[in-house]
């Protein structure tokens, strides 16, 4: 079982930057996706960016592609998800999401990763 711990959320204006990060428990694998999503209140959870950890190809969001950036350290176990040009529609709840065997059209769908953090609050106001 795959722990997810993710860390760096918080308050910051429009235009300004954060970064998330995510450590995990379980070492890497070739078959191994990791991702991020988001939740606002009242809405559904909604794909931000991933990718296959032994891969070269990343997956963005339309909505976020160009501000975030997501990335990896291998030897800390760590994904990290570089947020810049924040907008007050990116407020939600960030979650950190991994998973094994995924296809590539199920790279965007929430119900396709197996674990989860425990998310962390991002919120984008003046």
């Known amino acids: 079982q795959v722990q997810l711990v993710e860390s760096g959320g918080g308050l910051v204006q429009p235009g300004g930057s954060l970064r998330l990060s995510c450590a995990a428990s379980?070492?890497?694998?070739?078959?191994?996706?990791m991702g991020w999503f988001r939740q606002a209140p009242g809405k559904e959870r909604e794909f931000v960016a991933t990718?296959?950890?032994?891969?070269?190809?990343?997956y963005y969001a339309d909505s976020v592609k160009g501000r975030f950036t997501i990335s990896k350290d291998s030897a800390k176990a760590t994904v990290y998800l570089q947020m810049n040009s924040l907008e007050p529609e990116d407020t939600a709840v960030y979650y950190c999401a991994s998973g094994t065997g995924l296809i590539t059209s199920s790279l965007r769908t929430a119900t396709a990763y197996s674990y989860w953090g425990q998310g962390t609050q991002v919120t984008v106001s003046s």
């Open positions: 990718f296959r950890w032994m891969g070269g190809r990343t």
């Open positions: 379980a070492r890497a694998s070739s078959s191994l996706t």
